[in-house]
């Protein structure tokens, strides 16, 4: 993984050189395998490529190790791209690493489709260099890393709206207000907030965030 150093405390979307890399390469062909290794050789990103050869044995590699970065070939002798996407995006411990697409033709709808399913960056092997690889590499990691940033600011945002919900509902003195206010603005049959207010709690909160959220942006973003 990339050093403490490179981690999300860092600005996002500001992507430094890392220190120990670590990557995944998923291709059939081991001819095309030692071909992106020698490349990945001449970027100067310190990079630890680890291989496999099936969609199986990517399975077993996601398993066990935690990466930066992903890159699969989308031809595959059982499934194809688009499949192992899947399984990344499914496993816990690389759902976020940068995903690299890369295939032996240009075809722009494949380009498209991977863009939209996941991938965060899309090379042809017959155009592929070293320094396209290095540019993909930190295009993916860069995009891979501000959305975990703004997974992670999200999370806590919701959590600062909870947790301001919850002490303004317990105080007997803005009680009053916050019903007026809910009452005019949203359809809250389903709550009965008078009933709510000497309970109120993470679990009600959350209750109340999804009915706000729903009714026409009514939370402050």
Known sequence: MLSSEETMSSVPGAFQTPRGMR???LDDSNFDRARIRR???KTDLAIKLDEVE????????????????ILIDYRLPVGDGMEALDHV???ELNKDAGKIMITGDGARQTAIQAMRSGYHDFLTKEEMNAEDLRSAMINAVTLARRQQF???QAVQQRE???QGLIAALQDSD???SVISLVRRNLNLDGFRLSEMMGRFDA???????????????????
Do not use: G, P, W
């Open 39 to 41: 490349m990945s050789d």
């Open 174 to 176: 803005v009680q009053n």
């Open 89 to 91: 995006l499914k496993n």
């Open 54 to 69: 099936s969609i199986e044995a990517l399975d077993a590699a996601v398993a066990r190790e935690n990466y930066d970065l």
């Open 23 to 25: 990557a995944l390469l």
């Open 150 to 152: 703004l997974t992670r």
């Open 160 to 162: 600062a709206i909870q």
């Open 203 to 221: 679990a009600e909160a959350e209750k109340l965030l999804a009915v706000l959220h729903d009714e026409d942006d009514f939370i402050f973003h």
